[in-house]
């Protein structure tokens, strides 16, 4: 299908978007790699100056922005709003921090000179980035690279069109140098005719594991950097708690967030025998009774559509499969009638480990729950998993819980919180989950040229 802005509440085609021609990805490629060569020149707070005022305008027009990405996947208005706010704090903390982060260092040298560790930008870099958050997942690549000086090209999901083109017109409008940041509506094609291209230094996706296989072979055919993230079926261990009803409320909110569709939701709920009745017993009374509601209105007990029908029968069809397989599911999990995209949030329990759905991640509003009766049994499952990004353990013993997380096999592992995010934190996974990690301290060093500079004496 083209680029498009498509209501997933309602299935209608509100606008389209041409492909871009092969003359406008070569002018794309012209001038990002000609804007990197002053770019870079610049002084990195006079680039710390401009991406502080991407920040400012994002944050202005934060109820515009939010109105584009509920209408173009189906975020609710207050959810919306949240993410532009947490997408400008994270370009924000690029702007006030960033320098601080890339600054040159001495190492001792056993040769007589002086040695340094420089922080050098490498070009333009291509970034292919997915629908589930429009504005977070820009702002985590473009914003560290673009105060390094690299130079952005930016092929987003194709229903994020109109939201797309707003980002680029953000940063324009900030200072960012036209070619410095480019929105292209590109093909997978010409995806694959950027990253062949010598001018292009770098590629950083997110997406499914196929789609990470893809670029991944691509760029490497090419010698070229790429950052993956490809998300997981993150466990969520709960050993104990005094409140259950409170943890399970925690897990359902955080599974439910966002329509289900986010790349670190506590996709398998892995409960203790002693509190797992209890548990799922809170999260069928959460799930029981919910209505399909206006993302742009949402309402108490209503619930928001998937990003597009397909994603909503493809959820449908892996919950009717993993039933099918001997999963019992015990509240919701029904699709919606018509063109809209609405599959209530269900809760599925029994999942059989030797079935084909238990190596499946389900990308939308499906609490699965495991029950355990040990620390052991509860760590080999957690582990028995392909994809590695994150994970928590809750217990009201701390030390317990620390125990028990040190041993996920995870990029990302938390106690008695689900995910902890902030644009400080490193993102990123293991296994098939991908490699690199997004922000922080090392996230800002993934496409940078951390150049050796000796002086002999």
């Given at each position: 299908?083209?680029?498009?802005?498509?209501?997933?509440?309602?299935?209608?085609?509100?606008?389209?978007?041409?492909?871009?021609?092969?003359?406008?990805?070569?002018?794309?490629?012209?001038?990002?790699?000609?804007?990197y060569?002053?770019?870079?020149?610049?002084?990195i707070?006079?680039?710390?100056t401009v991406?502080?005022?991407?920040?400012?305008?994002?944050?202005?027009?934060?109820?515009?922005l939010?109105?584009?990405?509920?209408?173009?996947?189906?975020k609710?208005?207050?959810?919306?709003?949240?993410?532009?706010?947490?997408?400008?704090?994270?370009?924000?903390?690029?702007?006030?921090?960033?320098?601080?982060?890339?600054?040159?260092?001495?190492?001792?040298?056993?040769?007589?000179?002086k040695?340094?560790?420089?922080?050098?930008?490498?070009?333009?870099?291509?970034?292919?980035?997915?629908?589930?958050?429009?504005?977070?997942?820009?702002?985590?690549?473009?914003?560290?690279?673009?105060?390094?000086?690299n130079?952005?090209?930016?092929?987003?999901?194709?229903?994020?069109?109109?939201?797309?083109?707003?980002?680029?017109?953000?940063?324009?409008?900030?200072?960012?140098?036209?070619?410095?940041?480019?929105?292209?509506?590109?093909?997978?094609?010409?995806?694959a005719?950027?990253?062949?291209?010598?001018?292009?230094?770098?590629?950083?996706?997110?997406?499914?594991?196929?789609?990470g296989?893809?670029?991944?072979?691509?760029?490497?055919?090419h010698?070229k950097?790429?950052?993956?993230e490809?998300g997981?079926?993150?466990?969520m261990?709960?050993?104990?708690?005094?409140?259950?009803?409170?943890?399970?409320?925690?897990?359902?909110?955080?599974?439910?967030y966002?329509?289900g569709?986010?790349?670190?939701?506590n996709?398998?709920?892995?409960?203790?025998?002693?509190?797992?009745?209890?548990?799922?017993?809170?999260?069928?009374?959460?799930?029981?009774?919910l209505?399909?509601?206006?993302?742009?209105?949402?309402?108490?007990?209503?619930?928001?559509?998937?990003?597009?029908?397909?994603?909503?029968?493809?959820?449908?069809?892996?919950?009717?499969?993993?039933?099918?397989?001997?999963?019992?599911?015990?509240?919701?999990?029904?699709?919606?009638?018509?063109?809209?995209?609405y599959?209530?949030?269900?809760?599925?329990?029994?999942?059989?480990?030797?079935?084909?759905?238990?190596?499946?991640?389900?990308?939308?509003?499906?609490?699965?729950?495991?029950?355990?009766?040990?620390?052991e049994?509860?760590?080999s499952?957690?582990?028995?998993c392909?994809?590695?990004?994150?994970?928590?353990?809750?217990?009201?013993?701390?030390?317990?819980?620390t125990?028990?997380?040190?041993?996920?096999?995870?990029?990302?592992?938390?106690?008695?919180?689900?995910?902890?995010?902030?644009?400080?934190?490193?993102?990123?996974?293991?296994?098939?989950?991908g490699?690199?990690?997004?922000?922080?301290?090392?996230?800002?060093?993934?496409?940078?040229?951390?150049?050796?500079?000796f002086?002999?004496?």
């Amino acid at each position: 299908m083209t680029y498009r802005v498509q209501n997933p509440a309602t299935g209608e085609v509100l606008e389209t978007f041409e492909y871009a021609s092969d003359q406008q990805i070569e002018q794309t490629l012209a001038a990002a790699d000609a804007t990197y060569r002053t770019w870079r020149e610049q002084s990195i707070q006079d680039r710390a100056t401009v991406i502080r005022r991407v920040a400012e305008i994002m944050l202005e027009r934060k109820d515009e922005l939010a109105r584009l990405i509920s209408v173009e996947m189906g975020k609710s208005i207050p959810e919306s709003i949240d993410e532009v706010e947490f997408a400008a704090s994270i370009v924000d903390y690029y702007g006030v921090y960033g320098p601080g982060l890339v600054t040159d260092y001495e190492i001792p040298s056993t040769i007589p000179g002086k040695a340094v560790i420089e922080h050098r930008p490498l070009g333009a870099l291509l970034g292919v980035m997915p629908w589930n958050f429009p504005y977070y997942q820009v702002a985590r690549f473009a914003a560290p690279n673009l105060l390094l000086g690299n130079t952005i090209i930016l092929k987003h999901a194709d229903i994020c069109a109109r939201s797309a083109l707003t980002m680029q017109e953000i940063m324009e409008a900030a200072g960012v140098p036209v070619g410095g940041y480019t929105n292209v509506f590109a093909s997978h094609d010409q995806i694959a005719q950027m990253i062949a291209d010598p001018r292009v230094q770098g590629v950083s996706l997110t997406g499914s594991e196929r789609a990470g296989a893809i670029i991944g072979a691509q760029a490497g055919a090419h010698l070229k950097k790429c950052v993956l993230e490809l998300g997981g079926i993150d466990p969520m261990i709960v050993l104990d708690s005094a409140d259950v009803a409170a943890v399970a409320a925690e897990a359902w909110n955080f599974r439910t967030y966002n329509g289900g569709q986010v790349c670190n939701s506590n996709k398998r709920l892995i409960v203790m025998d002693d509190v797992y009745d209890e548990f799922v017993a809170e999260l069928k009374r959460l799930a029981d009774g919910l209505v399909p509601g206006d993302p742009a209105a949402l309402g108490d007990g209503e619930f928001v559509p998937l990003s597009t029908r397909a994603a909503a029968e493809t959820v449908d069809a892996q919950v009717r499969r993993a039933v099918e397989a001997g999963g019992v599911l015990q509240a919701g999990g029904v699709l919606s009638e018509g063109p809209g995209a609405y599959y209530s949030p269900a809760v599925l329990t029994d999942v059989p480990r030797e079935s084909d759905s238990y190596r499946e991640e389900i990308f939308g509003p499906v609490a699965t729950v495991y029950r355990v009766s040990s620390e052991e049994e509860a760590v080999s499952l957690a582990n028995d998993c392909a994809l590695g990004l994150g994970g928590s353990v809750f217990s009201a013993d701390e030390a317990r819980a620390t125990r028990v997380a040190a041993q996920l096999e995870v990029g990302m592992t938390h106690v008695n919180t689900i995910a902890a995010e902030s644009a400080e934190l490193p993102f990123g996974g293991v296994k098939r989950s991908g490699f690199g990690r997004e922000m922080g301290p090392i996230g800002i060093g993934e496409f940078a040229n951390k150049r050796l500079f000796f002086v002999a004496k």
